[in-house]
């Protein structure tokens, strides 16, 4: 929708009618390109907001420490965690998915569906980094406000990481450029940005739980 009526908006607004016209005429790659940067924008302070007082708020208020008192594994409490945030999310792309591509469908033409449906798994998994992330640092912090700067600096830390050429085409960012591509022109498989980052997703995992489990709650 901000793709599309962008410019018909400017152009209703007499003092900006000069800037109307320099804007080019919207097209499907547009409306890609804004899906993509709205969903990586506010899906990452999703992310950290809602991850940041999974297990950090739970050592705070207590609660961690009454149910694993219980015959919980400490590896499943964090496990659990993470999964549901991951499930939530998926929930959200699902919606968000079939919503874009029907507005799109009315308001340009006709995207490849399969190929959507694969950029919107590429943003999920690239989603799901920043939440592994956002783990970690509620898993080492003892308040919800540590595990927030954590979890933003980790987040910082990865995106510096990706602007080293080496490994620029296998970082969280490259999973966004291709996603932005996915549904609009033919683009080759990025194998290697896909099985790079579930890797990254398991290492922070692992770490999350290792940390957890040395805790005194």
């Known amino acids: 929708l901000t793709a599309k009526f962008?410019?018909?908006?400017?152009?209703?607004?007499?003092?900006?009618?000069?800037?109307?016209?320099?804007?080019?005429?919207p097209t499907v790659a547009d409306a890609v390109?804004?899906?993509?940067?709205?969903?990586?924008?506010?899906?990452f302070i999703v992310a950290v907001v809602l991850g940041m007082g999974a297990i950090a708020g739970e050592k705070e208020r207590g609660t961690a420490e009454?149910?694993?008192s219980k015959p919980l594994p400490r590896w499943a409490f964090v496990?659990?965690?993470?999964?549901a945030q991951a499930i939530l999310y998926l929930g959200g792309f699902v919606v968000a998915g079939l919503t874009a591509y029907y507005y799109t469908l009315v308001l340009f033409e006709p995207l490849d569906f399969g190929a959507f449906?694969?950029?919107?798994?590429?943003?999920?998994?690239?989603l799901l980094v920043y939440t592994a992330v956002t783990t970690l640092g509620s898993a080492v912090a003892n308040s919800t406000s540590m595990a927030a700067g954590l979890a933003l600096a980790g987040a910082v830390l990865i995106f510096l990481l990706g602007t080293m050429p080496q490994i620029a085409g296998?970082?969280?960012?490259?999973?966004?450029?291709?996603?932005?591509?996915?549904?609009?022109?033919s683009v080759p498989f990025n194998g290697g940005a896909i099985a790079a980052n579930m890797t990254l997703i398991l290492v922070l995992l692992v770490t999350a739980v290792a940390v957890f489990e040395v805790?005194?709650?």
Request: aromatic share 8%; glycine share 8%; proline share 6%.
């Open 215 to 217: 805790q005194e709650l």
């Open 117 to 126: 449906v694969l950029g919107n798994g590429v943003l999920l998994l690239w």
């Open 170 to 185: 296998l970082a969280p960012g490259a999973l966004v450029n291709w996603a932005t591509q996915l549904g609009v022109e």
């Open 33 to 43: 390109l804004q899906y993509v940067s709205n969903l990586t924008q506010f899906g």
């Open 79 to 83: 496990l659990s965690k993470f999964a």
């Open 66 to 68: 009454m149910m694993l």
């Open 6 to 25: 962008t410019p018909e908006i400017l152009r209703m607004v007499e003092e900006a009618q000069p800037f109307a016209d320099l804007i080019p005429e």
